[in-house]
């Protein structure tokens, strides 16, 4: 599965990496929640893959954001 971000409308909430801190990381430049550096695409923030053992709080993490901008796919 796969992780999206889009980051432009992120709240800087902490609800994601606070849920799911292996996968989720606050950006220290722009304080939008990114991938952790690990399970990134090309080097994008924004995307990612998420690891079989990481789906579980990835999900929580997209249901807890307010604005609903994870994606998990
Ligand atoms: S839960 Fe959503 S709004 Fe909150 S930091 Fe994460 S991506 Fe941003």
Redesign the pocket.
């Known amino acids: 599965m796969n992780v999206i971000?889009?980051?432009s409308?992120?709240?800087?909430?902490?609800?994601?990496?606070n849920?799911c801190p292996e996968l989720?990381d606050?950006n220290p430049c722009d304080l939008?929640?990114q991938v952790v550096e690990e399970y990134r695409f090309s080097g994008d923030r924004a995307e990612g893959v998420v690891p079989d053992v990481l789906l579980q709080c990835a999900w929580e993490?997209?249901d807890?954001?307010?604005?609903?901008?994870?994606q998990i796919a």
Do not use: E
Request: charged share 10%.
């Open positions: 971000i889009d980051r409308a992120c709240v800087s909430c902490g609800a994601c990496w849920t989720f606050q939008f929640s993490a997209a807890l954001c307010p604005v609903q901008i994870i």
